[in-house]
């Protein structure tokens, strides 16, 4: 933690020590499987970087590295290659560390960049902006000077295809026998693969990247090829494997295969993410898709997020003992249709700390929580419980509670969330002692889940010009109109329409209720209001229909959280 601060204080270690911290640095694989613009892979960068140059001011420990590495007998791409090629390989390792041209960072940067981080993501302009910020941050660190031939003094820049993919994360590799993979006759070729990738990284010149993007291509085929008469993949699986170009900059791969795309085979030792959030049955995703992804992923249920989704996926991507951090919304810590994904966790992990955090963290209207765990069995391990408000751009920490996965397992739903002091605990073991389920009075329901709202914008429209709207237009009820004891009309209208179905409740009776209690779907806690005048509500809240009882006396129990109980009196 002492090499993480930004001061001028030394740090005390060994040299042994510094060693040890260095190779470390060097071996650890980072992955953002959900990368957008770069900025978590570039911020790890930063820290990997400071924490290089507080160990190894001046870079003496790091180049002797390098060289060691470069010139090792077991280097394949130095044992292969020409005596000029490895007179070369050493020359740029020298200007890389050369501080007349370049600044110290830039060196701990290039090999940081080589050998530890790595991106997917989706959408190929999103790679596009990570490469980017991190070609920028390599200029920067480099000297420049007033002759154009000599570029100015700005050297070519590494090539990164083989850094940040775009490709759909969620989606596997179909392998039919993983250990043919590991046979002789493959792992010959994928090590002509890692040479020529490595080539390409470092190349200089616009002939020898077509040269090694063409060796790249072919060997690709191979491998395919082989994979697939060993029985290794089917057909399929091997036109996609020959199909996936990665020098494409227009094209996103269906599928994500770590060892094909990374030559990462053991798994990452950080994944970190603020991955999407937003449900699946509400994504652009097609149905084929969906029921690909809910019969893959362990935790889907009737009621799947993507963000769930991921936190399942780079799971499955870590090494054993390696650490997953996510920033994500924090609704399923309590909500109860994320009981499989909370079970998932607590049963196979050991989570370091939560950080549920009370403020706004995005422009997205949602709850925020930060995650953190290692990849290890971990049921009687403690979970440091947080909460965390933004004060002056700063997050400061609370401690809220020590609690084993054990005793969050034992909590109904295993809903991981303290529940307080003695004093609150004995007051909500009273209230559940002597309350009764909701279910006994009242029927609940999820609000109208529309099409995807930058496919179809009309499909919900604010304050609407009287031409947008259709016969099937009807005033509708968001999360952010429901108030303590009321409902605030914003004029809002949805398309009542079934063919704009994607989920929640369509039923005709339900939404046209003249006295509905109406419950925020995202909040620290429950926010209810009463709606009085039938108006559709949409699947950012909740609807309790009374049926045993006065409406406008309503006991909730476990709604929000088997934590919470709410009693309503007007």
Sequence with gaps: RQLMQYTDEAVDLTEEQQKQIIQSLYNCKVLDPACGSGAFPMGMLQQMVHILSRIDPDNTQWKEMMLNKAIDETSDAYRTASSDERREIIAD?????????????????????????????????????????????????????????????????????????????????????????????????????????????????????????????????????????????????????????????????????????????????????????????????????????????????????????FIEKGYNLLKNFGVLCYINPSNFLTNNYAEKLRLFILNNSSINFIVNIIDNVFEASVNTCIMNFVKRNGLNHIVDYYKGELINNRLLLTLLSHLSHNEYRNNIGAVIQPLGDDRIIRLLSKIETISFPLKNFATVNFGMQLRNRKIFPNDVLHNPQISELTQYHRKCITGKDIHEYCVIYDNRYCYFNRIAKCGGCWDEEVQSAGTKLLVRQVGAVPICGIELNGYAVLNSAFIVIATKINPYIIGIDKLASPAIFLVISF
């Design 93 to 309: 390792i020298e200007r890389s560390f050369d501080e007349s041209v370049n600044r110290p960072d830039y060196a701990r940067k290039l090999y940081l960049i080589e050998n530890c981080i790595y991106g997917v993501d989706i959408q190929p302009i999103a790679i596009q902006i990570s490469k980017l910020r991190f070609f920028i941050s390599l200029v920067v660190d480099q000297k420049s000077n007033d002759n154009p031939v000599e570029n100015f003094g700005i050297r070519p820049l590494p090539n990164l295809e083989a850094k940040f993919v775009a490709a759909n994360t969620l989606i596997g590799l179909n392998k039919k026998d993983a250990s043919l993979f590991d046979s002789a006759e493959i792992k010959a070729k994928e090590s002509e693969l890692k040479i020529a990738k490595h080539k390409i990284f470092g190349a200089k010149t616009v002939r020898t990247k077509r040269k090694y993007r063409q060796i790249v291509n072919d060997l690709r085929l191979k491998i395919a090829n082989m994979l697939e008469d060993l029985g290794a993949v089917g057909n399929t699986e091997a036109q996609q494997l020959s199909s996936w170009d990665m020098f494409d900059q227009n094209a996103s791969s269906p599928f994500f295969d770590p060892e094909w795309m990374f030559n990462v085979k053991e798994g990452f030792d950080i994944v970190i993410a603020n991955p999407p959030f937003v449900l699946l049955q509400n994504s652009s995703i097609s149905k084929i898709e969906q029921d690909v992804l809910k019969s893959t992923y362990q935790i889907a249920s009737y009621k799947v997020d993507l963000y769930h989704l």
